[in-house]
């Protein structure tokens, strides 16, 4: 049983070793150009003496990836917890608060959705859906910031399941 096992096992090897190689298929072809002034191609060599040979280049390449790109990947978590939670940041074009609050946002790389309440149709009514006051409003799932506070947003955003 073991020594079909082990020939199973290197079949697939070698399988895998073939289809690794790069591999670049390279085709010769010709073009003429007939007594009605219609222009053919072909892969052999027309009877004519204008037929020319055409140089293609390969069309589909496949570069494998580099070993640290592979470490990398084998090496990241399985099965991280992803974020629950969007993050919506409800601001305006002039406001310096929201600007800062974005800058953070992107720093540490969190995603979110911003609707601008002035110039956003979505924005103007979920505005005024929630009563807002001041810019800027920023939600974490159903919880809601008002103003911007990096020492208030970062516990809402690990609760939430973003890795800061």
């Not at 290197?10 to 085709?27: K, R, T």
């Not at 924005?123 to 008002?146: A, E, H, L, S």
Request: hydrophobic share 35%; with cysteine.
């Amino acid at each position: 049983m073991l020594n079909g096992m082990y020939k199973v096992i290197l079949n697939s090897l070698l399988i895998f070793m073939v289809l690794s190689l790069p591999q670049q298929i390279y085709a010769t072809v010709y073009k003429w150009t007939d007594s009605s002034g219609r222009i053919h191609f072909s892969d052999s060599p027309h009877a004519s003496e204008k037929t020319q040979q055409i140089q293609i280049s390969p069309l589909n390449t496949y570069q494998s990836p580099s070993q640290e790109k592979i470490k990398e990947t084998l090496s990241r978590p399985t099965g991280a917890a992803l974020p629950k939670s969007k993050v919506i940041v409800y601001s305006a074009v002039w406001c310096g608060v929201c600007k800062t609050a974005k800058r953070w946002l992107r720093k540490k790389k969190i995603a979110f959705r911003e609707y601008d309440i002035e110039k956003s149709e979505r924005g103007r009514r979920d505005y005024k859906k929630m009563k807002g006051t001041g810019v800027p409003i920023i939600k974490i799932g159903k919880k809601r910031f008002n103003g911007f506070s990096s020492s208030r947003l970062t516990p809402a955003l690990r609760k939430a399941g973003y890795n800061l």
